[in-house]
Protein backbone atom coordinates (compact mmCIF):
# COMPACT_ATOMS: atom_id res chain seq x y z
CA UNK A 1 0.00 0.00 0.00
CA UNK A 2 1.49 3.77 -0.97
CA UNK A 3 2.44 5.89 1.45
CA UNK A 4 1.17 9.48 1.93
CA UNK A 5 2.36 12.59 0.84
CA UNK A 6 2.50 15.92 2.52
CA UNK A 7 3.14 19.25 0.27
CA UNK A 8 5.30 21.24 2.38
CA UNK A 9 3.05 24.79 2.43
CA UNK A 10 4.25 27.69 3.11
CA UNK A 11 8.23 27.32 4.14
CA UNK A 12 8.26 30.56 6.25
CA UNK A 13 5.11 29.47 7.89
CA UNK A 14 4.48 26.88 10.57
CA UNK A 15 4.28 23.99 8.32
CA UNK A 16 7.86 22.82 8.63
CA UNK A 17 7.34 22.65 12.10
CA UNK A 18 4.28 21.27 12.64
CA UNK A 19 5.61 18.49 10.09
CA UNK A 20 8.72 17.65 12.10
CA UNK A 21 6.50 17.74 15.40
CA UNK A 22 4.38 15.14 13.92
CA UNK A 23 7.11 13.15 13.03
CA UNK A 24 9.04 13.35 16.31
CA UNK A 25 5.53 12.05 17.78
CA UNK A 26 5.02 9.25 15.35
CA UNK A 27 4.96 6.55 17.66
CA UNK A 28 3.72 7.44 20.89
CA UNK A 29 1.29 9.22 18.12
CA UNK A 30 0.53 5.76 15.79
CA UNK A 31 0.96 8.04 13.02
CA UNK A 32 1.04 6.30 9.39
CA UNK A 33 3.99 6.99 7.24
CA UNK A 34 4.24 9.73 5.18
CA UNK A 35 6.80 12.06 2.90
CA UNK A 36 7.55 15.27 2.44
CA UNK A 37 7.48 16.90 -0.67
CA UNK A 38 9.87 19.83 0.48
CA UNK A 39 13.35 20.60 0.68
CA UNK A 40 15.25 18.68 3.35
CA UNK A 41 17.86 21.75 4.00
CA UNK A 42 14.54 24.35 4.92
CA UNK A 43 14.02 21.50 7.14
CA UNK A 44 16.94 20.83 8.68
CA UNK A 45 17.35 24.36 9.14
CA UNK A 46 14.20 25.00 10.64
CA UNK A 47 14.89 22.01 12.97
CA UNK A 48 18.33 23.64 14.05
CA UNK A 49 16.70 26.81 14.91
CA UNK A 50 14.28 24.92 17.64
CA UNK A 51 17.32 23.45 18.97
CA UNK A 52 16.52 19.92 17.56
CA UNK A 53 18.68 17.58 15.57
CA UNK A 54 16.90 15.40 13.87
CA UNK A 55 17.66 13.08 10.97
CA UNK A 56 16.23 14.00 7.63
CA UNK A 57 17.06 11.37 4.68
CA UNK A 58 15.69 12.38 1.02
CA UNK A 59 14.41 9.44 -0.72
CA UNK A 60 11.63 8.57 -3.07
CA UNK A 61 7.85 7.76 -2.56
CA UNK A 62 8.42 4.42 -3.12
CA UNK A 63 11.26 4.34 -0.46
CA UNK A 64 9.36 6.37 2.17
CA UNK A 65 7.67 4.19 4.40
CA UNK A 66 10.82 1.80 4.84
CA UNK A 67 12.66 4.92 5.77
CA UNK A 68 10.10 6.95 8.13
CA UNK A 69 11.20 5.07 11.53
CA UNK A 70 14.60 6.23 11.23
CA UNK A 71 14.35 9.63 9.62
CA UNK A 72 11.94 12.47 8.28
CA UNK A 73 11.43 10.80 4.46
CA UNK A 74 11.68 13.86 2.01
CA UNK A 75 11.20 13.49 -1.67
CA UNK A 76 13.00 16.97 -3.23
CA UNK A 77 11.67 19.42 -5.24
CA UNK A 78 13.38 20.66 -8.06
CA UNK A 79 12.19 24.48 -6.75
CA UNK A 80 14.65 25.55 -3.84
CA UNK A 81 13.05 27.33 -0.82
CA UNK A 82 14.43 29.49 1.59
CA UNK A 83 13.81 29.40 5.51
CA UNK A 84 12.80 33.07 6.77
CA UNK A 85 10.35 31.77 9.38
CA UNK A 86 7.54 35.07 9.60
CA UNK A 87 8.97 36.48 6.27
CA UNK A 88 7.32 34.67 3.33
CA UNK A 89 9.34 35.54 0.47
CA UNK A 90 7.99 35.31 -3.19
CA UNK A 91 10.87 33.29 -4.47
CA UNK A 92 9.49 30.46 -2.91
CA UNK A 93 6.11 30.60 -4.58
CA UNK A 94 7.14 28.24 -7.40
CA UNK A 95 8.25 25.60 -4.90
CA UNK A 96 5.29 25.90 -2.83
CA UNK A 97 2.90 25.03 -5.65
CA UNK A 98 5.40 22.29 -7.21
CA UNK A 99 4.87 20.52 -3.87
CA UNK A 100 1.04 20.57 -4.12
CA UNK A 101 1.51 19.97 -8.68
CA UNK A 102 3.87 17.27 -7.49
CA UNK A 103 1.54 15.68 -4.46
CA UNK A 104 -1.65 15.42 -6.83
CA UNK A 105 0.88 13.99 -9.46
CA UNK A 106 1.82 11.04 -6.88
CA UNK A 107 -1.59 10.26 -5.87
CA UNK A 108 -2.89 9.83 -9.23
CA UNK A 109 -0.49 7.66 -9.91
CA UNK A 110 -0.55 5.23 -7.21
CA UNK A 111 2.93 6.58 -5.65
CA UNK A 112 0.84 7.95 -2.72
CA UNK A 113 -2.53 7.26 -0.98
CA UNK A 114 -3.07 10.33 -0.31
CA UNK A 115 -1.95 13.81 0.08
CA UNK A 116 -2.13 16.07 3.03
CA UNK A 117 -1.23 19.59 2.24
CA UNK A 118 0.36 22.13 4.85
CA UNK A 119 -1.30 25.57 5.03
CA UNK A 120 -0.44 28.09 1.97
CA UNK A 121 -0.02 31.84 2.02
CA UNK A 122 -2.75 32.85 -0.46
CA UNK A 123 -1.77 36.15 -0.92
CA UNK A 124 1.86 35.46 -1.26
CA UNK A 125 1.01 32.96 -4.21
CA UNK A 126 -1.60 35.73 -5.56
CA UNK A 127 1.12 38.35 -6.15
CA UNK A 128 3.58 35.55 -7.81
CA UNK A 129 0.46 34.98 -10.50
CA UNK A 130 -1.52 32.40 -8.74
CA UNK A 131 -4.45 32.42 -9.96
CA UNK A 132 -6.32 29.95 -7.36
CA UNK A 133 -8.31 31.04 -4.66
CA UNK A 134 -6.86 28.33 -2.33
CA UNK A 135 -5.65 24.40 -2.84
CA UNK A 136 -9.24 23.14 -3.34
CA UNK A 137 -9.76 24.97 -6.53
CA UNK A 138 -5.96 24.26 -7.49
CA UNK A 139 -7.15 20.37 -6.98
CA UNK A 140 -10.13 20.64 -8.85
CA UNK A 141 -7.83 22.29 -11.63
CA UNK A 142 -5.26 19.78 -11.29
CA UNK A 143 -7.41 17.26 -10.84
CA UNK A 144 -9.53 17.51 -14.05
CA UNK A 145 -6.01 18.41 -16.35
CA UNK A 146 -5.38 14.52 -15.26
CA UNK A 147 -9.02 12.89 -15.37
CA UNK A 148 -10.04 15.21 -18.25
CA UNK A 149 -13.53 15.15 -16.60
CA UNK A 150 -15.38 18.20 -14.73
CA UNK A 151 -14.47 17.95 -11.26
CA UNK A 152 -16.24 20.05 -8.14
CA UNK A 153 -14.19 20.54 -5.37
CA UNK A 154 -15.78 20.83 -2.10
CA UNK A 155 -14.28 21.72 1.68
CA UNK A 156 -15.50 19.93 4.07
CA UNK A 157 -13.98 21.14 7.92
CA UNK A 158 -14.44 17.74 10.34
CA UNK A 159 -13.88 17.69 14.12
CA UNK A 160 -14.66 15.34 16.48
CA UNK A 161 -18.50 16.63 16.72
CA UNK A 162 -19.31 18.55 14.09
CA UNK A 163 -18.37 18.82 9.73
CA UNK A 164 -19.44 21.41 7.88
CA UNK A 165 -19.31 22.53 4.39
CA UNK A 166 -18.77 26.08 3.04
CA UNK A 167 -21.55 26.40 -0.12
CA UNK A 168 -19.57 29.59 -1.59
CA UNK A 169 -16.10 29.64 -0.23
CA UNK A 170 -13.00 32.29 -0.75
CA UNK A 171 -14.94 35.59 -1.49
CA UNK A 172 -15.49 38.22 -0.01
CA UNK A 173 -18.93 38.80 2.02
CA UNK A 174 -20.55 41.24 0.04
CA UNK A 175 -20.46 39.02 -2.95
CA UNK A 176 -22.14 35.82 -1.49
CA UNK A 177 -26.06 37.17 -1.89
CA UNK A 178 -25.43 37.45 -5.52
CA UNK A 179 -23.36 34.59 -6.27
CA UNK A 180 -24.79 32.11 -4.39
CA UNK A 181 -26.88 29.78 -7.05
CA UNK A 182 -29.79 26.82 -6.36
CA UNK A 183 -27.55 24.58 -8.79
CA UNK A 184 -24.41 25.21 -6.70
CA UNK A 185 -26.52 24.32 -3.03
CA UNK A 186 -27.80 21.14 -5.01
CA UNK A 187 -24.13 20.15 -6.51
CA UNK A 188 -22.36 20.59 -3.31
CA UNK A 189 -24.90 19.14 -1.63
CA UNK A 190 -24.97 15.66 -3.42
CA UNK A 191 -21.05 15.65 -3.10
CA UNK A 192 -21.23 15.36 0.25
CA UNK A 193 -23.55 12.90 0.41
CA UNK A 194 -22.25 10.54 -2.28
CA UNK A 195 -18.55 11.38 -0.05
CA UNK A 196 -20.30 10.68 3.36
CA UNK A 197 -21.18 7.45 2.24
CA UNK A 198 -18.19 6.32 0.25
CA UNK A 199 -15.66 7.59 1.78
CA UNK A 200 -16.62 8.31 5.42
CA UNK A 201 -18.70 5.42 5.87
CA UNK A 202 -22.18 6.71 6.86
CA UNK A 203 -24.47 4.47 5.36
CA UNK A 204 -27.35 7.44 5.67
CA UNK A 205 -26.27 10.75 5.91
CA UNK A 206 -28.10 13.95 7.28
CA UNK A 207 -27.43 17.09 5.93
CA UNK A 208 -28.74 20.37 8.12
CA UNK A 209 -28.80 23.22 5.45
CA UNK A 210 -28.50 26.84 6.96
CA UNK A 211 -30.17 30.02 5.71
CA UNK A 212 -28.19 32.77 4.86
CA UNK A 213 -30.12 35.77 6.67
CA UNK A 214 -30.81 35.83 10.26
CA UNK A 215 -33.42 33.46 11.15
CA UNK A 216 -33.17 31.34 7.98
CA UNK A 217 -35.00 34.99 6.44
CA UNK A 218 -37.70 34.98 8.87
CA UNK A 219 -40.23 34.41 6.74
CA UNK A 220 -38.76 36.53 3.50
CA UNK A 221 -38.93 39.56 5.91
CA UNK A 222 -34.94 39.60 5.98
CA UNK A 223 -34.00 38.69 2.92
CA UNK A 224 -35.33 36.03 0.12
CA UNK A 225 -32.49 33.80 -0.60
CA UNK A 226 -33.77 31.99 1.91
CA UNK A 227 -36.95 31.15 0.34
CA UNK A 228 -36.17 31.57 -3.36
CA UNK A 229 -32.58 29.92 -3.46
CA UNK A 230 -32.08 27.36 -0.39
CA UNK A 231 -35.39 26.37 0.15
CA UNK A 232 -35.49 24.76 -3.75
CA UNK A 233 -32.49 23.57 -3.22
CA UNK A 234 -33.45 21.81 -0.77
CA UNK A 235 -36.39 20.25 -2.03
CA UNK A 236 -34.27 18.81 -5.14
CA UNK A 237 -32.19 17.27 -3.34
CA UNK A 238 -35.09 15.55 -1.17
CA UNK A 239 -36.36 14.30 -4.23
CA UNK A 240 -33.47 12.67 -4.82
CA UNK A 241 -33.34 10.62 -1.58
CA UNK A 242 -30.71 12.67 -0.13
CA UNK A 243 -31.60 13.30 3.67
CA UNK A 244 -31.40 17.06 3.30
CA UNK A 245 -33.32 20.06 5.75
CA UNK A 246 -33.43 23.22 6.30
CA UNK A 247 -32.85 26.39 5.64
CA UNK A 248 -31.86 26.69 9.44
CA UNK A 249 -31.26 29.55 11.37
CA UNK A 250 -27.77 29.61 11.49
CA UNK A 251 -26.98 30.45 15.18
CA UNK A 252 -28.78 27.57 16.71
CA UNK A 253 -27.63 25.13 14.24
CA UNK A 254 -24.39 24.66 16.11
CA UNK A 255 -25.24 23.76 19.56
CA UNK A 256 -24.87 20.27 21.31
CA UNK A 257 -28.58 18.97 20.82
CA UNK A 258 -28.75 20.74 17.47
CA UNK A 259 -25.39 18.93 15.96
CA UNK A 260 -26.79 15.34 16.64
CA UNK A 261 -29.45 15.83 14.37
CA UNK A 262 -27.11 15.81 11.41
CA UNK A 263 -23.70 14.68 10.04
CA UNK A 264 -22.69 17.63 8.13
CA UNK A 265 -24.24 21.03 7.63
CA UNK A 266 -23.95 22.61 4.58
CA UNK A 267 -23.31 26.32 4.92
CA UNK A 268 -23.97 29.30 2.98
CA UNK A 269 -20.45 30.99 3.58
CA UNK A 270 -17.10 30.53 4.52
CA UNK A 271 -17.44 32.16 8.17
CA UNK A 272 -20.69 30.26 9.13
CA UNK A 273 -19.18 27.07 8.29
CA UNK A 274 -15.69 27.68 9.95
CA UNK A 275 -16.30 29.99 12.70
CA UNK A 276 -18.03 26.69 14.73
CA UNK A 277 -16.42 23.93 14.11
CA UNK A 278 -12.52 25.66 14.49
CA UNK A 279 -14.17 27.51 17.68
CA UNK A 280 -15.21 23.85 18.78
CA UNK A 281 -12.25 22.07 18.08
CA UNK A 282 -9.30 23.68 16.67
CA UNK A 283 -6.25 21.74 17.22
CA UNK A 284 -8.30 18.45 16.21
CA UNK A 285 -10.06 19.80 12.75
CA UNK A 286 -9.08 18.95 9.31
CA UNK A 287 -10.10 20.61 6.18
CA UNK A 288 -10.75 17.21 3.51
CA UNK A 289 -11.91 17.88 -0.28
CA UNK A 290 -14.60 16.19 -1.13
CA UNK A 291 -15.62 15.30 -4.79
CA UNK A 292 -12.07 14.80 -6.13
CA UNK A 293 -10.73 11.77 -7.18
CA UNK A 294 -8.17 11.16 -4.71
CA UNK A 295 -8.30 12.13 -1.30
CA UNK A 296 -6.87 15.08 -0.16
CA UNK A 297 -6.58 16.25 3.49
CA UNK A 298 -5.19 19.12 5.24
CA UNK A 299 -4.83 21.11 8.91
CA UNK A 300 -7.65 23.58 9.77
CA UNK A 301 -4.99 26.06 10.44
CA UNK A 302 -3.48 28.51 8.40
CA UNK A 303 0.48 29.89 8.41
CA UNK A 304 0.61 31.43 11.40
CA UNK A 305 3.06 33.62 10.70
CA UNK A 306 3.23 35.49 13.88
CA UNK A 307 4.67 31.99 15.39
CA UNK A 308 6.44 30.77 12.68
CA UNK A 309 9.98 29.54 14.13
CA UNK A 310 9.26 29.90 17.78
CA UNK A 311 8.88 26.56 18.39
CA UNK A 312 5.23 27.15 20.04
CA UNK A 313 2.61 26.01 17.24
CA UNK A 314 0.98 22.94 17.95
CA UNK A 315 0.78 19.79 15.75
CA UNK A 316 -2.49 18.06 16.30
CA UNK A 317 -4.13 19.01 13.30
CA UNK A 318 -1.47 18.37 11.06
CA UNK A 319 -2.08 15.19 13.14
CA UNK A 320 -5.44 14.59 12.53
CA UNK A 321 -5.18 15.46 9.06
CA UNK A 322 -2.31 12.46 8.24
CA UNK A 323 -4.73 10.08 10.15
CA UNK A 324 -7.77 10.81 8.54
CA UNK A 325 -5.86 10.86 4.93
CA UNK A 326 -4.94 7.28 6.12
CA UNK A 327 -8.55 6.08 6.87
CA UNK A 328 -10.05 7.51 4.28
CA UNK A 329 -7.60 6.14 1.54
CA UNK A 330 -7.96 2.59 3.01
CA UNK A 331 -11.67 2.86 3.46
CA UNK A 332 -11.84 3.61 -0.97
CA UNK A 333 -9.27 1.13 -1.37
CA UNK A 334 -11.26 -1.36 0.64
CA UNK A 335 -14.55 -0.35 -1.08
CA UNK A 336 -12.56 -0.88 -4.56
CA UNK A 337 -11.28 -4.39 -3.77
N1 LIG B 1 -5.14 25.22 4.05
C1 LIG B 1 -4.53 26.38 3.89
O1 LIG B 1 -3.68 26.52 3.04
C2 LIG B 1 -4.91 27.54 4.78
C3 LIG B 1 -4.22 28.71 4.62
N2 LIG B 1 -4.55 29.80 5.40
C4 LIG B 1 -3.73 31.01 5.18
O2 LIG B 1 -2.94 31.24 6.34
C5 LIG B 1 -2.68 32.62 6.44
C6 LIG B 1 -2.91 33.09 7.86
O3 LIG B 1 -4.29 32.91 8.19
P1 LIG B 1 -4.95 33.28 9.58
O4 LIG B 1 -6.34 33.62 9.31
O5 LIG B 1 -4.08 34.23 10.32
O6 LIG B 1 -5.04 31.92 10.38
P2 LIG B 1 -3.94 31.04 11.13
O7 LIG B 1 -4.60 29.73 11.40
O8 LIG B 1 -2.67 31.02 10.38
O9 LIG B 1 -3.67 31.79 12.52
C7 LIG B 1 -4.70 32.21 13.39
C8 LIG B 1 -4.18 32.26 14.84
O10 LIG B 1 -4.07 30.93 15.33
C9 LIG B 1 -2.74 30.63 15.72
N3 LIG B 1 -2.42 29.28 15.26
C10 LIG B 1 -2.70 28.77 14.04
N4 LIG B 1 -2.28 27.51 13.96
C11 LIG B 1 -1.70 27.21 15.14
C12 LIG B 1 -1.06 26.03 15.66
N5 LIG B 1 -0.94 24.91 14.94
N6 LIG B 1 -0.56 26.07 16.90
C13 LIG B 1 -0.68 27.19 17.65
N7 LIG B 1 -1.29 28.33 17.21
C14 LIG B 1 -1.80 28.33 15.98
C15 LIG B 1 -1.85 31.67 15.03
O11 LIG B 1 -0.66 31.89 15.72
C16 LIG B 1 -2.78 32.88 14.99
O12 LIG B 1 -2.71 33.59 16.17
C17 LIG B 1 -3.54 33.31 5.38
O13 LIG B 1 -2.73 33.64 4.29
C18 LIG B 1 -4.54 32.25 4.99
O14 LIG B 1 -4.93 32.38 3.64
C19 LIG B 1 -5.53 29.76 6.33
C20 LIG B 1 -6.23 28.60 6.53
C21 LIG B 1 -5.96 27.40 5.78
N1 LIG C 1 -10.12 28.85 5.47
C1 LIG C 1 -9.88 27.61 4.87
C2 LIG C 1 -8.78 27.73 3.93
O1 LIG C 1 -8.31 28.80 3.66
C3 LIG C 1 -8.29 26.50 3.30
O2 LIG C 1 -8.38 26.64 1.94
P1 LIG C 1 -7.70 25.60 0.96
O3 LIG C 1 -6.33 26.13 0.72
O4 LIG C 1 -7.74 24.28 1.59
O5 LIG C 1 -8.56 25.70 -0.25
Known amino acids: MPTLAVSIGEPSGIGPEVIIAAWRMRKAAALPAFYVLGDAALLAARAGRLGLNIPIVETTPAEAAARFDAALPVVPLENWLVDAPGAPAQANAAGVIEAIRRGVEDVVAGRAAALVTCPIAKKVLYDAGFSFPGHTEFLGHLAKGHTGKTVIPVMMLTGPDLRTVPVTVHQALAEVPGSLTREMIEEKGRIVARDLVERFGIAAPRIAVSGLNPHAGEEGSMGREDIEIIKPAIETLRAEAINAFGPLPADTLFHKAARSAYDAALCMYHDQALIPVKTLAFDETVNVTLGLPFIRTSPDHGTAFDIAGKGVARP ?21 S
Open 316 to 336: QSLMEAIKLARRLADNVARTA
